[in-house]
Structures are given as structure tokens and as C-alpha cells.
């Protein structure tokens, strides 16, 4: 394993600030170095992906937080949208999401998402979680450079 | 020899003169054209043998000469007297009315015109060929004709009617013969011969016959009659067979009209209506015009439910008291039979009207609809009755109307018009308008015996009349319907089937009001169903959007107490303590709540789920509870049953786990128990802990309903509820028994597999 030196670019999707500023708290408590870039809503998080709009020159993201509760569009039809486009598949997201929902779980990782993480009511659950993100990050991160193998 | 055959013609003149006197005698007592005649007949023959006999020997005046011409013609009118009487029974062709006056006249003038009367010893002149073969042709001619046209008057006839006729006939031709060998030996003198003895007895014994075939004596007729009373036993018998009226009346008509030679029979109902008829079958050729001359009398036989009136043929002698009587004793045979009929009748409609409702009653129970239930009752009623269409109202919305249905019942043979039926299916009825409305407003069947006659009916102008019924179809004393039957005649109420057809309006009440409670439950369920999904989706609602808000107070209080820790002093960190400690227990309960929730929502799966192996890992899950409370857990040997693994896993973990939970100062100890019975599994678990009071048995299985403090045993109170909701969506029930300090036990019972799968 041979970690990345350059930061990992991270979309935080949420319209919670509350939420935004937890995760931000935790990743950075994190062994990763990250970026962090936030959009709250699924129409911003397209464009981000897209680089277009006001995006247009974002860098592409290494990994996607998505919640799955936003407004207009909604975290499904972001997580759906990004699996159809064929230059946006690759990007892994992790479903980040108060739900518990089985059938949102199960939605989640039929439209393609890499991980399903239900946020823990309790801080330090929560940054454990977050970690294990990181840990998640450096499975499925092969080769330095960003280059990945899923 | 001579002195014998003189007294042999004494007492035949005798004779003669004793029978038109009879003759005449019959004529004034019984005044028709038929005595009328045979008077004429055998009183001129009378007549002139009387005169004749005093008559002398020689004629040689002019006056002897002219007397003994104008009785010769009285003798020539004879033959035309027979055949008038013979035209009073069999009417013959006009023509031959005309050759039988054109005979008689020309054998009477022939006789008039005779120069002298023959001597014995006179040369026979040619011209008293002449005479003679007028004379001849005269008599033995129509004699002849009158012989023939009775006997085939009687052919076909019944008995005694044939026997009369033919008794009748060779009467004429007896008479006729005699007058004739008499006639014309009887001038020539001379000694009479032993054949001449035997045809004057013969001619002799003809006479009294003749008298014989017109007015029969009693002890004749019964003689007649026989055969036909043979025939009439029989028809006795099969009376006793016969099971309505108009067979009684096929069966016993004809037997009375041939037993008294009557023509034709009648049977009355008490209403004076024919029920049946008989005709006998004419005559040969009676009268060629198909009338029948001298109509017979007619004999009435009065029954306890009407009469019957038998018609005499004209060849009929006469109905005496004797026949009378006969009739009258057939009457009581009629009478009982007809009786019997009644009863049998009335004994059937009875069944055919049970058999009727018994079928509209299965259709009405019968899982289809209401509408399928009405028409099957309309084409039960029209088919197996007489009523030949049938019509259904409904209230529907409005309360006070009814609405047409277009559920008809049709049959091929009514006569209800399209118009009439289309102004049925667009008229929507009033309370208390027309018929229908009427039986609407108050609730009671109507029987219109014809609607012709019925000011009521608001469709009279379409409909050519006929009987109707209307009933109402009622749940409870609520109108909620109305049935109408149509005939094509007019009829009389008939109460018992009235009754029939309001029994039939009952029934469909019945169909009607299951309709209305499947319709009203199939919206509770609906509700239900409804509420269901809903409930469904505050749990997901309560799964995340209650969550989020709670994980903002738990994280920011956290994080606040992290950061700020030596700002804060005792005081506020037991505040934030508190309000990290609500938010988690906040949370636990959201999450209880949304997985009780889920027992009822998800499928349930029945497979053969082994107990001892949930059991087996119920334990593990709590080997680390086990371990801290030093508990003693053990369990029969238990059963494999029908069910959800994953929730009879959640029973059994949720039972087990409080009975280690609540133990009191001694060492726990849990048992876990089943028991075969009849139809289901009993299980028990018990344990020694802290128990309860018996009085809370029921309010444990309550969801959050706790019977400690969370500082005593933590917990929501939801573990009993979900129990209760698992056990009862598998068929089983569940309770509790306990006490205090002595231990509890949660008894639950599962179906056996075999009630399970049944």
C-alpha cells in the first residue's frame, strides 16, 4: 500500500451545516490529508461533478460523501445519475445518511454505491465512522497518484 | 185355418190401433216434431186398418169405390210420414226431400186416378202395373231410405243412441214389409199360407218395436246401457289416477255422455268458467250443413264446486229421472275427484312455491353480488310461474327514490312492449307515485289483479293489461328495493303466493344488507390498509428525520463539553450529561419504535424453524450477560414449529434476555419449557427475579410501559409488545404470571404444524 501524499479530494454533499461541520471536524482529525469541498444540494453536486456553472473549475473529487436527504434533487437521483455517466462511474461514493431505512441501504447499493454508513447519534461513533472511512479509502486505493483499481 | 188367421188380423188390427193410439198419446205428453211425426205415422195406419175393417166385402158403388181410394192414399202418405219422422233425427239432402214428395204425390194421385177397384178374376189391365209400380217404388223406396238413414244415424253413437236408431230402423223396414205383403195379399183373398202366417207375425212383431226404438222403457235402456257402464268402471278407475280438473273432466264426460247417449258435456268451476269439454264425435253425416235438427234436452248435475250439464243427441231417446240419478251418482264421483285434484294442486303450488324460494334463497346467499342475486330471483319466479316478466327498483343515492335497475326477466311468451320497458328503465320513482312508489312508501306487497283496472298505475297506457305484483325488497323496515312481476292475463290475488314473492323480497333484503356490510368492510380495510402505510411511513420518517435533529443536540453537546471543558463547572457539565443522556434514550425509543413497527409490516415467512437452535443462539448473543450475572439458563428439549425464524429468534432473545435481566439478589436462574397439547405448542420462561404484581399482567405486553425505573433496569419498555405482536401474528397468544420476589413466567403458545399448514 502506498498512500497518495497529495490530499484527497472529498464532495461533502449536505444541507445540514451542522452535519457539514461535524464531518469536516472529523476528517480532519483523520491520518489523511483531505480537501473538502461542499455542496448542499443534489443540482450542485452534478455540477460540481460536471465541472460546469459555477464549478467549472473544481477538480474532479476522489470521493463522494452523499446524504441522502437533500433538497431538489434528492441523494438517490445523484447517486443514479452519476452510476449512468460513464465519466463520473468510477468515483466511489459512500452513502452517508441519518436513515436506517433497510430500503434505503438497499437502494443505495443496487444504484452502485461503494459504502452505506448510517451517522451514529453518539460524537465519538461518529468519528469512528469517519475513520473507517479513511480506512475504506486506503482499500480501494492501489496505486499513488490517484490511479484506482476497483 | 182361415178362422185362425182371421183372428191373427183381429188381434193385429188390435194391435195396430192400441199402437197409434200410443202414439198419439206420446205426442200430447212430449210435443215434438219427432213424436209429432211417428203420431202421424201410426195413427193414420191405424186409421185406415180400422176403417178397412169395417169395410164391405164388395165395392161396387161409386161411394164404396172413392172411400176405399182416399184410404188407399192415406196408405200412400204412410211411407212419407216415416220419412219426416227420420228427417227429424238424420236431416237428409234437399233433393231427396224432392223425389219423396214427388213420390208420394204421384202414388197418391196414381190412386186417385184409378178407374175401379181390381176384382179377382179381371184381366190385369197394363196401367195397373203402372200404379202398382208407383205404389211400390212409394213404399218400399223411402221405406228403404228411412231404414238406412236411421241405422247410419246411430253409427258412432254411444249405446244407447245407436241401439235406439237401429232399433228404430228395422222397426221401418218390419212395418213397411208387413203393411206391404198385407197390402197386397190381403185384396186377393184367397187361403192364407203357412208364410203368410209367420210375415204377418213378423209385421206384427215389428210394430211394438218401432214404439220400442222411440220411447224406451227404463228396463231398455238400462239393457242399452250396459256396455257403457262397463266402459264406466274402468273410467272409474281412472279417475282415481286423475290429479286435475281437466283430466276429470277428459276422463268423466265422455263416460257420462255415452252412458245416457248425450252429445256433449260441460264442467264448471264454482265460477260458472268451463274447465273441460266433450263433444261426441257426430254421426254419420247428421246433416249435411253440419246443423243438427231437434237440438236434445239438457241434464244439469250440480257439484259442491260447480256442475256439469250433459247435452241428449237428438238420437237421445229422452233424459228421464232415471238418467238424471245415473248423472247424479257420477256427480259424487266427479265431486270427489275434483276434491282430490284441488288438494293435490294446492299440495303441489305449495311445494313449487317452497321449491321457488328455496332456490331464490341459495342464490341469494351465493357470493355474487346483489344484482346477480335479483336476477336470478326474476328468472326463478318467471320460469317456474306463471308470471312472464319481471322488473327490480333500487334506492340508491336518494332515499326517496327509487332508481330502475335494467335487470329484467323476460320470458319468450310476454307481451310487455319496448316502449313500456324503456319507460320502466328511465322512471325513477317517488314515494307513495304509482304502484311501485306505493309499495315503496309503505313497505307492504301489491297484487293488482289487473292493471287495466288499477288507477294507480302510472304505465297503464303502455301495457295491454294483465296482472302485476309488486314487493318490496326491505332490510330490516327500510325499503331499499322493489320487485314487480308482470302477466300477460289478469289474475285474482292469491295470498299464498304473494306471501312467496314478499319471503323473495326478504331474502334479497338479506343479499342486500351483506352487500352493504362487505362494501363497509372492504373500506375498513381500505382504511386500514391505508393507515397501515402510513404508519409505515412515519417509521421511516421517524428512522431518519427524527434522528438527525437528535444527533445535532447529542454531537454538538458532546463536542461543547469536549471544547469547552474548563469553562464549564460541575453544574454544566451535569446539564450537558442530561441532555446527551435524553438525546440517546430519545433515540433508542425512535428506534424501538420504528423496529415494533416492523414486525407488523414485514411478510411474514413460515418455514420449520428448530427452537433449541434459537435458543442456542439467543444464549450466545447473551453470553457476555450470562457471564456478568452468574445465571443458570436451562431448556426442555424443544420443538421444531411453523414460523419466521427472525422474529421467533427476536421472541425468544427478548424473553430470555429479561429474564436475566430483572433478577433480584440470588443467582438467576431461567428455564425454558414446552408442553405438547391438543391443537398447539405451550412454551414458558420462567426465572426467580424481581416478578411483579399479578395486577400488571396485562399492562407489561403495553408498548413503553415500563413497571421499573431506568435506573433500576434500563430499557424502553417495548421488548413484551413486540413479543406479543410476534406470538400473535403467528396464531398463538402470550401472558405473563408472576409475583413478586418470586419470579415471573411469560406463557406463549404456537399452533402445531399441522394446524399450521391446515
Same mark, same amino acid.
Given at each position: ?7 484527497? =479530494? ?5 444541507? =445540514? ?69 460513464? =465519466? ?5 461514493? $459512500? $452513502? ?55 | ?54 169395410? &164391405? ?10 172411400? !176405399? ?9 204412410? &211411407? ?11 236431416? &237428409? ?43 211400390? /217404388? ?39 214389409? /208387413? ?6 195379399? !190381403? ?54 289416477? /286423475? ?14 255422455? !255415452? ?86 294442486? /294446492? ?268 435458543? *442456542? ?12 450475572? *452468574? ?128
Amino acid at each position: 500500500m502506498n498512500p497518495s501524499y497529495r490530499p484527497i =479530494n472529498i464532495l461533502l454533499v449536505e444541507d =445540514n451545516p451542522g452535519d457539514v461541520e461535524l464531518t469536516e471536524d472529523a476528517l480532519r482529525k483523520s491520518k489523511v490529508a483531505t480537501k473538502v469541498s461542499v455542496v448542499t444540494d443534489g443540482e450542485d453536486a452534478m455540477d460540481y461533478l460536471r465541472q460546469q456553472n459555477a464549478y467549472h473549475q473544481e477538480t474532479m473529487p476522489d470521493l463522494v460523501l452523499l446524504d441522502l436527504n437533500l433538497p431538489r434533487k434528492d441523494g438517490m437521483e445523484v447517486l443514479r445519475e452519476m452510476k449512468d455517466d460513464p =465519466n463520473l462511474k468510477h468515483i466511489p461514493v $459512500v $452513502v452517508l445518511t441519518t436513515s436506517e431505512a433497510e430500503r434505503d441501504i438497499l437502494a443505495s447499493y443496487e444504484l452502485g454505491a461503494n459504502c452505506f454508513i448510517s451517522k451514529p447519534v453518539d460524537l465519538t461513533e461518529f468519528r469512528k465512522v469517519v475513520e473507517s472511512i479513511d480506512d475504506f479509502w486506503f482499500t480501494i486505493v492501489k496505486l499513488p497518484g490517484g490511479s484506482r483499481i476497483r | 185355418m182361415n178362422q185362425a188367421f182371421e183372428t191373427l188380423q183381429t188381434i193385429e188390427l188390435l194391435a195396430f190401433t192400441l199402437l197409434g193410439v200410443l202414439a198419439v198419446r206420446h205426442w200430447r205428453r212430449r210435443p215434438s216434431p219427432a213424436s209429432g211425426w211417428l203420431a202421424a205415422t201410426l195413427g193414420s195406419f191405424a186409421f185406415v186398418a180400422m176403417i178397412s175393417s169395417f169395410f &164391405p166385402e164388395e165395392i161396387d158403388t161409386p161411394a164404396t169405390l172413392w172411400a !176405399a181410394k182416399g184410404l188407399f192414399s192415406i196408405l200412400c202418405l204412410f &211411407p212419407h210420414f216415416l220419412y219426416r219422422f227420420m228427417s227429424t233425427f238424420v236431416k &237428409p239432402p234437399r233433393w231427396l226431400d224432392r223425389v219423396a214428395v214427388a213420390l208420394t204425390a204421384s202414388a197418391c194421385l196414381a190412386t186417385l186416378m184409378l178407374p175401379y177397384s181390381p176384382q179377382p178374376g179381371d184381366p190385369v189391365q197394363w196401367w195397373f202395373f203402372g200404379f202398382i209400380g208407383v205404389f211400390l /217404388a212409394n213404399w218400399s223406396g223411402l221405406s228403404v231410405v228411412v231404414g238406412v238413414r236411421l241405422w247410419r244415424g246411430g253409427k258412432g253413437q254411444p249405446g244407447v243412441a245407436r241401439r235406439r236408431m237401429r232399433t228404430l230402423s228395422m222397426a221401418t223396414l218390419g212395418l213397411a214389409l /208387413a203393411l206391404l205383403i198385407s197390402g197386397v195379399s !190381403a185384396p186377393g183373398g184367397g187361403d192364407p199360407t203357412p208364410l203368410s202366417f209367420v210375415l204377418q207375425i213378423a209385421a206384427f212383431a215389428t210394430a211394438p218395436l218401432f214404439l220400442l226404438g222411440f220411447a224406451p222403457p227404463r228396463l231398455v235402456r238400462m239393457a242399452w246401457r250396459r256396455e257403457e257402464e262397463l266402459a264406466l268402471r274402468a273410467a272409474e278407475l281412472e279417475l282415481m289416477k /286423475a290429479l286435475d280438473p281437466q283430466h276429470i273432466a277428459d276422463i268423466l264426460l265422455p263416460s257420462m255422455c !255415452a252412458l245416457v247417449g248425450g252429445e256433449a258435456a260441460v264442467l264448471h268451476d264454482i265460477h260458472g268458467e268451463v274447465v273441460g269439454s266433450y263433444l261426441a264425435p257426430a254421426g254419420k253425416s247428421p246433416t249435411p250443413d253440419g246443423e243438427r235438427p231437434d237440438r236434445g234436452s239438457a241434464l244439469t248435475v250440480p257439484l259442491r264446486s260447480g256442475d256439469i250439464v250433459v247435452h241428449a243427441s237428438p238420437f237421445t231417446p229422452f233424459f228421464g229421472s232415471e238418467e238424471a240419478q245415473i248423472l247424479q251418482s257420477l256427480g259424487v264421483l266427479a265431486d270427489l275427484a275434483l276434491a282430490r285434484a284441488e288438494h293435490f294442486q /294446492a299440495e303441489q303450488r305449495k311445494n313449487s312455491y317452497l321449491l321457488i324460494l328455496q332456490q331464490v334463497t341459495a342464490s341469494a346467499n351465493a357470493p355474487e353480488g346483489t344484482r346477480e342475486a335479483i336476477q336470478a330471483a326474476l328468472d326463478t319466479v318467471c320460469r317456474e310461474t306463471w308470471w312472464t316478466a319481471g322488473h327490480a327498483y333500487m334506492i340508491n343515492a336518494d332515499p326517496n327514490r327509487t332508481e330502475p335497475t335494467q335487470i329484467w326477466h323476460l320470458e319468450a311468451s310476454s307481451e310487455l312492449s319496448e316502449d313500456f320497458r324503456s319507460a320502466s328503465g328511465h322512471s325513477s320513482l317517488v314515494t307513495g307515485e304509482g304502484i311501485a312508489g306505493k309499495v315503496f312508501s309503505t313497505g307492504e306487497s301489491w297484487w293488482v289483479p289487473d292493471l287495466k283496472q288499477e288507477p294507480a298505475f302510472s304505465r297503464a297506457d303502455l301495457v295491454t293489461g294483465g296482472a302485476a305484483a309488486v314487493v318490496p325488497i326491505k332490510v330490516g323496515s327500510d325499503v331499499v328495493g322493489i320487485l314487480e312481476f308482470f302477466a300477460g292475463e289478469p289474475h285474482e290475488p292469491d295470498d299464498e303466493f304473494l306471501n312467496v314473492l314478499t319471503q323473495i323480497g326478504v331474502q334479497l333484503g338479506r343479499t342486500v344488507e351483506r352487500a352493504r356490510s362487505q362494501e363497509q368492510l372492504a373500506r375498513r380495510a381500505e382504511d386500514l390498509a391505508r393507515s397501515n402505510a402510513d404508519l409505515e411511513q412515519f417509521a421511516y420518517v421517524a428512522s431518519h428525520d427524527l434522528q438527525e435533529p437528535l444527533r445535532m443536540v447529542n454531537s454538538y453537546m458532546q463536542l461543547l463539553s469536549e471544547r469547552y471543558e474548563n469553562q464549564l463547572d460541575e453544574t454544566g457539565q451535569r446539564y450537558i450529561h442530561y441532555a446527551v443522556d435524553g438525546a440517546t434514550r430519545m433515540q433508542s425509543l425512535v428506534r424501538d419504535l420504528l423496529s415494533f413497527s416492523r414486525v407488523g409490516s414485514r411478510g411474514l415467512e413460515l418455514v420449520p424453524t428448530d427452537l433449541n437452535r434459537v435458543v *442456542g443462539q439467543a444464549l450466545n448473543n447473551f453470553e457476555m450477560a450470562i457471564k456478568e450475572s *452468574g445465571a443458570v439458563v436451562s431448556s426442555d428439549n424443544l420443538p421444531t414449529v411453523n414460523g419466521d425464524p427472525g422474529q421467533l429468534s427476536q421472541l425468544l432473545q427478548n424473553l430470555i434476555g429479561n429474564a436475566i435481566k430483572f433478577h433480584g439478589s440470588t443467582q438467576p436462574e431461567v428455564r425454558i419449557t414446552a408442553e405438547h397439547r391438543p391443537d398447539e405448542w405451550l412454551f414458558g420462561v420462567t426465572d426467580n427475579g424481581v416478578g411483579f404484581d399479578a395486577k400488571y399482567a396485562e399492562r407489561v405486553f403495553v408498548i413503553f410501559k415500563r413497571l421499573h425505573s431506568r435506573e433500576e433496569y434500563p430499557g424502553t419498555g417495548i421488548g413484551l409488545a413486540i413479543c406479543k405482536k410476534i406470538v400473535e401474528r403467528h396464531g398463538g397468544r402470550i401472558w405473563a404470571e408472576s409475583e413478586i420476589g418470586k419470579g415471573t413466567t411469560i406463557f406463549f403458545t404456537l399452533p402445531r404444524p399441522e394446524e399450521v399448514a391446515a
